[in-house]
């Protein structure tokens, strides 16, 4: 492999990976402080896909501008759901929260199949072209998707690590009764922590529709890599998420070139079994929470 | 398995007496000239119940939850082709597609079965998307062509055979459920901590409960695989097959012989009544219903319609220990 | 003088058991009320409906004449309420400091939190543990952050659930005159399932057994009551 072509694969992978990243962290945090895992998530990021798609397409605003309103659109649907819906099962059996979860996305994804059928879709509207530095190329759409990802990404990590909400947040990770008695609104903050996890799915589906085609399962297999991602950086983790995000981005960049695109997942999946065999809470975690 | 208790006895005796008559008059339909419309019917309910137990006699009893369920059939669809068509006997073939279906059940169970139940959840979800990327991969599956079962058998014999995988499935979950290691499951279910305590292996009793429920759902794959006779990865292991393996169970009642039953009949009515009015909703609603019976009846319609008629499960008298404890 | 606590005929029911029969007791402000009784009298429960774990089947609780009986932990935490854990449950992932930082209301400003949650931290003696994760603390620094959360609350009235489980006899009478120091702070409730060793420093006590209260009064009287002994028997016979 000739320099060019690593540096080319590692900025490929970098983009995937900084998408992935933004998609885990959600999926992280809601697991962390509200304890679901939310198979719903990949629903989401059809839903801000479509819901830019439908803007850019329709309403001719630039695909920018999709990107916060997919994110507001996203955190209102967010607290729609944990308020009226997924709240409801809180304190139930697991199998229960699962199962609640798990509807939402079968919802969903039958709405997105029959609202917009199985076409692939993608518009040709915002940043075009492509930017040259050395020998790598990136197109315009894959920088903007990088630079949105770590924009958000950073926001998001220092929402959670430097603010009063954020410690609410992580306290509530480690003991929901020690919260409560900490005088810390329970509810409130598992609201807040959802609709910020699905406002973040939805920016994520934006930007997928920037650079690639999009169709009604296009956020749940997406979904299926961050779950992965979840799994290797350890459960609930989210700096844990990130660093798996990008390794697992960049490591699908060079095995999809080196042998294909089936075969690269199949690994990721070996890959998967492996770390839960030897390494449960993850590649890079410790075990976290109570 | 060691059955406890008078009245125990006496509702197993009476419960596996009505399901081997329901299983032998549905088997006999194919002779009782009924529609073919009607058998159809009869046969998808049966593959549902089936499937719908099969997920029963792990997730039900031990609330972990498998989303593989559709995939683990499918690798039965899968083995029993491969081995009919190298012109190995049916039972050969259809052992072969069980035991398949349960060793692909320990790459998870062995990896994730240790760990809570949402390693277990993810575990199975990712071998639904592996199984499939494989069986597009190797040569021998048949590409994403897929594969034809060369000789052609009667449709009575798939018809049967599924009955027989159905009722005996149902069985198997009502007779395992009221033994000592079934209630030992169950109490594992609602405190693993404190089941531990009093001595049960949670890891072993759960990959020993997994591996059997995944041999099941490789028989009822093979059976369909039979009835089907061309398979397409893409069909095989679609979600949607993985979706109602558990939907059949949580709607009727989890954890319950009789819930699945009543899930299947359910299922099988709103999937055609949908495939008439609504046929690209059906997903949707089938979420829907999901998820109103979990958030308004808990644990499925059998068991609220029970305590509607005042017919107590014990089980549910007893405070959780958790809240005692607290 | 002023009730900073009154619980009025609580009933606490799970399924069949009936955890705590009719418990009726007031706290005056500045008191340390001692509430005794043998492993699975109702004791835990009992606080735990004062904290708003869960709210009581039946009966009445009021803070400083509000009436708290149907509110949530966290709104009886603001309103007052400071509470330690028998099994300690610190935020093991945090820092010390940022344990204490968590239950100071927000509102001043981030830098004069912390300065807040320093000072706290120098009141319970763990000032030198600041930055360091609080699961690394041993249990008797456990306990004593578990007061300092409570404390960062500013509350009216502390809720000790069993502070001195699992303490060696050195590190309970420390941990008895720092408890006996937070009076000049807050109303206390003091729960042990052993009366001989807090008896001393309580202004008043509660006896509970099989969920409802065999005694109370001043610890003379407690020591003198026979119920008790019978409670105790073998226990303090010595």
Redesign the interface.
Known sequence: MTFPLFLQLLTNGLVVGALLAIVALGVALI?GVVRV?NFAHGEFVTLGAFATYLVVTQLNISPLLGIPLAFVLGAAVGAGIQAA?VS??AG?????V???T??????G???F??AFSGDFRSYSEGPSGIFTLGSVVIGLRSLTVLLVCLIVGVGTILVVQRTRIGLALRALAQSRDSAAACGINVPAAELFAFALAVGLAAAAGALVSLIGTIHPRVGHDLV?DA??VV?LGG?GSIGGAVLAAIAIGIVNAFTSFALDD??A??LT??L??AT??LR?HGLLGRHVGA | MKVERGRDLAKITWGSLAILACTAAMAALPWLGVTSYVRTLVYYGAYFLALGQAWNLM?GLT???S?AHGALAGIGAYAVVLALNADLPMVISLLIAAIAAGLASL?IG???L??K???F???T??LQ??VL??V??LPFAGGPGGIVLEEIFPLWLPHVLMIAVAGGATLLVLVFRRSRTGLRVLAM?DDEAAASAIGIDATRVKIVLFCASAAIAGLTGAVHGVFASSLFPNEVFSIDLS?IA?AVP?IGG?GTALGPVLGAVIYVGLREILQVLAP?????????V??LV??FM?DGIAPALGRLFRLKDRRG???AIA??R? | MSGILTVVDAHKR????H?VRGVSLALNSGELLGLFGPNGAGKTTLF?MIAG??PPTSGRIELASRDVTREPAFRRARAGIGRTFQVCRPFRGLTVAENVLAAIPPGSGVGDDRARAREILDAVGLLPKAEDAAGSLTLGMLKRLEVARALALEPKLLLLDEPLAGLTASETSDLLGFIQGLKARASIILVDHNVRQSLGVCDRAIVMDAGAVIASGSPDTIRRDPGVRRAYLGESAA
Not at chain 1, 102 to 107: D, E, F, N, P, R
Not at chain 2, 280 to 288: K, P, R
């Open positions: 697991f895992v819906i409801r099962a139930r059996p697991e199998l229960d699962l199962m609640v798990y509807a939402l996305s079968i919802i994804l039958g709405i199949s029959s299926l779950f992965v799994v459960m089936s075969w997942r199949i999946y070996c998967l079994y839960l065999l449960p | 997730s609330g972990y939850v989303f790459i062995v990896t994730s240790r760990l139940g949402t390693s959840t993810f575990a979800l990712f998307e592996l990327l494989l597009r991969k279910r979706i558990l949580l989890a690209n909703l059906h997903l949707t609603i089938v979420g829907v999901l998820l979990i958030l808990r008298q007893v405070p809240e005692v607290a | 799970f399924g069949g058991i955890a735990n774990l869960y």
